[in-house]
């Protein structure tokens, strides 16, 4: 299963990398969202820093869609499906692979998303980073829940549209315990109880999916 | 000495989206043989073929292929067994052609030493690291007979396998399957243009969704 | 003279360069409220024009020079390429040297403000250029696509200047000029400020320059890759 | 052009009544994160009534990026391009019927997102109908700009994900001018500087499209 | 009385990614006439019909199809004069068989009455409501071909033609051409698959992107 991991998540990687999808598009996709969002709310600069940490987990959320997009459709061009199908990969292994691939790239994004709100929504350095430790938690369990969505929504009509349905109602609680431990790390106090959640939820999802993976595969 | 069949059909349905793609195949693929299904356009091939690899539900009837029970087993295992070439190509676009095989080999834990003879075989040797989007279409169909050159799997279902290619193409093909069957696989294709392989074989004709004559 | 100015331009630059540096750091005092800070009044305008005005302005015109049918040219949609890269780094200037500025004087690295937020979305529009020039690999479908969005991009300018001026301001109104173009600031002052702004422009052409000149080399290279590529694809024929 | 333009909504429109994805799955995604940007902001309820305009909007924005996706994916499943180019369309007229099926889409998901902001972040209801008009307009403005950009996205790679980085910067103006006329009816205001610069964007987006679609599809 | 060349090119360059998938193609296609291209796997053949379509753009070289320039002129009036059957299917995968003809009827100016006939013509008159979607393989061929039936362009580039018909479809679009040559038409057809019909044609042989041999 491990073996199969690292296979399918080098394979997701590479085909990042060389499409570079990533750098050029989600990323500055992610900067404008925060910049839009900062518009959206009006000009007042007191608003924003403690609607910082809800805005910047709003923008995450988006990105993590589009990425979620991505790493599915690069199974489903015609004909993968089958061809990979049989060959028979362990299905957990899949799932992992796929979603160690999707939570790399979502680190990568979310540092420079994370540097853009101290920029742009003025969050405290200081405090932005003391919220880096639950911010990788978070974008695991957002990587993790987002594959198993993803092979949900799988080779349904409109799958790109079909997708956010479903995630984002899965996606709340930890939208709500990043958010959470976000704006007490920027208060200064100590938000374990929101990390509990999280990682409660990475773990499930990840129990999840490597048990049920297979299941959502057959077509 | 009669060996089990590898697959056996009794009334197979399959419905997609309400409409009987197949509706009520009976037949029985003896092991090391080569069959060829002919039909008209919409008669079945396709959908046949994709009940047999494990790939479609079986709606109706029974059915078991390589021991594995199409309305209630897992099909994955039945899946690994099998290798599909389609009407489509079957990879990632964005990788390379080599880069392809060797995630098939990963994945079947082959040695990566299988690639270089498997796709000079098929004549993509030149074409190694280009990306597979940019291939021909007769080009895909020798990357997906390379893919399947180094599985070897015990069961090949062939759609139209001619189709897009070339003469050599062709003859490759003609060989490989004379190899493969004589190595004890059970090749199944569907074919409009008649197969030129010299092999024994069977062939079904379906129309409506039944094999309407066998010889 | 065409080649008279192109051996000049270089040498002109770093001159009027150092002389902005010269006066800015040395011969004029520093502000009374300000301090030293206000000597980022000799690099953040003249950046921001640059920026604003010149490359974005000179990607514009280029871009619709190509999509004009009697005047297109590779040419013109190489100068929009090379200008729109040239215009980014500029603008990424302007943030920079405007974050320093601001963060002492209004205590904030960032605030909403209409020009400061126009400026970011410009940069974003410049951005998003460079992505879907990326993204094509069909140098005439590449071309006609990335003319089109800087023209629509230079439409978007002034609907968003409009929009966000008439949200709410913060950043600095006319201090140079009044709107009767009268000088606000004396003496060596503005003329420090005044040689800033031709010794910006001058970089700016220079760089232009030997960023098309990189572009043309580029292509010259890329012919010789496809003769050898046809070479070899002809090749594969024979075999 | 004008029969081109009848010819191409229709088809768009009875392709989406066909597959129903608007009504399934883009609507309930905007309802989710409507409630999910209410929840982001915290659950102090006067927040939200202020706040409502932007996140509306904001919501809009979303929303509208994916009916792009939806309109453009139509026309790029595998060999449509290379048969439909054979038809000869005239471009300002194709560009003019997918702009038309777009508004039309929007306007019925914008109905349907405003009365959640009605109900989910409490903003007025008089004041939400008094915006009715601003928003039949933003949104006009948004599925012309839309369209051109989806098209620009094309056929190049990945376009699902260059969509957002091309458009967003060139809605934020309609964004803000939509939020500000928003808030101006819920203050009992009149926005007409507001609508002033939707309607130049939608000319200007109108003009450009019939004028330069036919280059973007050259492919 | 010697008629204008539909088609003539000069020394043509295609390029895709850098990469000269035609390698200056020099030929000219006389109006009313049938021409056949061969070649092995990747020798081009479908990047001429592109090229020759308008829907590709030329790198190098000259091109003059039905009088619009390809390297100058606006390829969009010559793709308007083109009917094109590829690989893919071509129409929208979520109308109805019939619903994507009267598309193409109403961008045309075409009644609707020549629906039926064509659809009947190629066999899917029973597949009129179906999705297009679901079609087979050759269903799909079949409805391509309905629609260059309604369309009846000036000149017809065919990619395959024969991949995925079966026997009826195959004779079906052998009678189409010598209707089709005999009203004028220039057909450009590439195959691997000889051509059964009787009409006199050209062959043209590509190989590394350039025309080998003409006969
Ligand atoms: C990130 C922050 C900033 C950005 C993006 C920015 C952007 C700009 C731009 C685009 C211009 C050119 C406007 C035009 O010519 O129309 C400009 C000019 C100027 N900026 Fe800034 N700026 C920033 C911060 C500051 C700060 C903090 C100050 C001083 C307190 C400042 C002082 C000026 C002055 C004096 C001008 C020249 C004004 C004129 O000639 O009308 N800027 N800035
Ligand atoms: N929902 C549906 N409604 C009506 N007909 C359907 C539906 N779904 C599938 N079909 C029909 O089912 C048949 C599927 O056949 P299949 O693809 O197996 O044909 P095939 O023998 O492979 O044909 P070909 O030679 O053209 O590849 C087709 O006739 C298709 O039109
Ligand atoms: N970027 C690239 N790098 C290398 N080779 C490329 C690239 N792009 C295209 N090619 C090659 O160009 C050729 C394109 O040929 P084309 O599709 O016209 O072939 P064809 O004659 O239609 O073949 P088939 O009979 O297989 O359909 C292929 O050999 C393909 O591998
Ligand atoms: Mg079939
Ligand atoms: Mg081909």
Redesign the pocket.
């Known amino acids: 299963m491990i073996a199969t991991a690292r296979l399918v998540a080098g394979k997701d990687l590479r085909i990042e990398w060389r499409s570079r999808v990533l750098l050029w598009q989600v990323v500055p996709f992610g900067v404008m969202a925060l910049v839009l969002s900062g518009l959206a709310l009006g000009p007042t600069r007191a608003g924003h820093s403690s609607a910082g940490p809800g805005l910047f987990y709003l923008v995450v959320l988006l990105v993590t869609l589009l990425a979620i997009n991505r790493s599915q459709a690069i199974e489903r061009t015609p004909g993968t499906r089958a061809s990979v199908a049989t060959l028979g990969l362990d299905p957990g292994g899949v799932f992992l692979g796929k979603a160690l691939a999707l939570a790399v790239e979502l680190w990568v994004i979310g540092a420079v998303l994370l540097a853009g709100t101290v920029l742009f929504l003025h969050t405290a350095l200081s405090g932005s980073l003391e919220a880096v430790p639950s911010l990788v938690l978070t974008l695991a369990a957002l990587a993790a829940a987002g594959t198993l969505y993803g092979a949900l929504t799988g080779e349904g009509a409109a799958p790109t549209t079909l997708l956010p349905v479903l995630a984002l109602p899965g996606f709340a609680p930890l939208l709500i315990a990043g958010e959470r431990s976000f704006s007490a790390a920027l208060a200064g106090g100590s938000p374990w109880e929101w990390w509990v959640i999280t990682l409660v939820a990475l773990v499930a999802y990840l129990a999840v999916g490597v048990l049920l993976y297979g299941v959502l595969e057959e077509s | 000495m009669t060996a089990p069949p590898v697959a056996e059909l009794e009334e197979a349905v399959v419905l997609t989206g309400g409409f009987p793609v197949l509706a009520g195949v009976t037949l029985r693929l003896e092991p090391a043989t080569l069959t060829v299904i002919v039909g008209a356009n919409g008669a079945g091939k396709t959908s046949l073929l994709r009940l047999l690899g494990g790939l479609d539900p079986l709606s109706r009837g029974r059915g078991v292929v390589a021991g594995v029970d199409l309305a209630h087993g897992d099909r994955r295992v039945l899946r690994r067994r099998v290798g599909w070439l389609g009407h489509e190509g079957s990879f990632y676009d964005d990788l390379s052609v080599e880069e392809n095989l060797h995630f098939a080999c990963r994945a079947l834990n082959r040695p990566f030493t299988d690639v270089a003879p498997a796709l000079a075989r098929v004549g993509l040797a030149e074409r190694s690291r280009t990306t597979t989007r940019r291939l021909s279409a007769g080009q895909r169909r020798r990357l997906a007979l390379a893919w399947l050159l180094v599985r070897r799997p015990e069961i090949w279902l062939l759609d139209e396998p001619y189709a897009s290619l070339d003469d050599a193409g062709r003859a490759l093909l003609d060989e490989l399957l004379v190899d493969v069957v004589a190595a004890g696989a059970t090749v199944v294709a569907s074919a409009h243009d008649p197969l030129r392989t010299t092999q024994t074989r069977r062939t079904l004709t379906l129309a409506g969704g039944r094999v309407v004559a066998a010889s | 003279m065409k080649l008279l100015a192109q051996r000049l331009l270089g040498p002109v630059t770093l001159v009027s360069m150092a002389l902005t540096i010269w006066l800015g750091l040395v011969v004029t005092p520093p502000d009374k409220v300000q301090g030293n800070l206000a000597r980022l009044?000799y690099v953040?305008?003249a950046v921001?024009?640059v920026?604003?005005y010149l490359s974005f302005g000179t990607a514009t015109i280029a871009s619709v020079l190509y999509l004009w049918p009697r005047t297109r040219s590779a040419t013109a949609d190489r100068v929009a390429h090379s200008a729109m890269e040239v215009s980014l780094v500029f603008i990424a200037l302007?943030?920079i040297t405007?974050?320093i500025?601001?963060r002492p004087?209004?205590g904030v690295w960032?605030a909403w403000d209409a020009?400061?937020t126009s400026?970011?979305i410009l940069g974003l529009l410049a951005v998003g250029y460079l992505a879907l020039r990326r993204a094509n690999d069909d140098p005439e479908l590449r071309a006609k696509r990335s003319a089109v969005f800087a023209v629509l991009s230079a439409i978007n300018v002034p609907i968003i200047h409009f929009s966000v001026l008439w949200w709410k301001t913060l950043?600095?109104?006319?201090?140079?000029?009044t709107a009767n173009r009268t000088l606000l600031i004396h003496g060596i002052m503005a003329w420090t400020l005044l040689i800033s702004f031709v010794a910006f422009s001058l970089a700016y052409c220079w760089l232009l320059r030997a960023r098309y000149r990189l572009e043309v080399a580029r292509e010259t290279l890329g012919a010789r890759a496809i003769d050898d590529a046809l070479a070899a694809r002809v090749l594969e024929g024979r075999s």
């Open positions: 009044v953040h305008p921001a024009w920026a604003l302007t943030l405007g974050s500025w601001g004087t209004w960032w020009r400061l400026t970011a950043h600095q109104g006319a201090t140079v000029f």
